[in-house]
């Protein structure tokens, strides 16, 4: 069974940036000429996450205020004490979101609902420059 495999860069603020790379993801997949099978999307690095959401400035506010409540950043984490860089939080929210996403291909298309695209979240505390791992497994 063909694998295909591709990466892209993603420059982020971080802060819990959020961006819409269903359109890069897309690419990638027009590329591997693979019709039906398995799309894995991952993001190395243990302060970022991938999901999917409504990309809509109303969702994408209450997400990340969500994101806030659930994992303030104003409070005490063990790791900032280790290494004094005041990002434990960030690890802690990506921990939480995962790092990938898996997304069937039927067709050549992306499986996503209507209102569904596929996004990376930085929760670090400073810019980065992002690379998102793209692999394709199907024929």
């Given amino acids: 069974m063909p694998v295909y495999s591709s990466t892209f860069q993603i420059n982020t603020n971080g802060a819990s940036d959020i961006r819409d790379i269903t359109s890069n993801v897309e ?13 894995t999307v991952f993001v190395p690095g243990s302060t970022a996450g991938i999901t999917t959401i409504e990309y809509e400035p109303g969702v ?18 063990e ?8 990002n434990g ?5 990506a921990a939480l979101l995962g790092p990938s996403l898996t997304v069937p291909v039927i067709e050549g ?7 569904q695209q596929i996004i990376l979240v930085d929760f670090d505390n400073r810019a980065r420059n992002r690379e998102i791992v793209v692999q394709i497994v199907g024929e």
């Avoid at 994408?60 to 984490?77: K, M």
């Avoid at 939080?89 to 929210?93: C, D, L, Q, T």
């Fill in 27 to 39: 690419r990638v997949l027009r590329d591997s000429s693979i019709a039906d099978g398995l799309l």
């Fill in 109 to 115: 298309d992306l499986q996503l609902g209507t209102w």
């Fill in 89 to 93: 939080y960030s690890h802690v929210r």
């Fill in 79 to 86: 790791h900032d004490s280790r290494w004094g860089d005041g």
């Fill in 60 to 77: 994408v506010s209450d997400f990340r205020n969500a994101i806030e409540r659930l994992i303030p950043h104003t409070l005490h984490y």
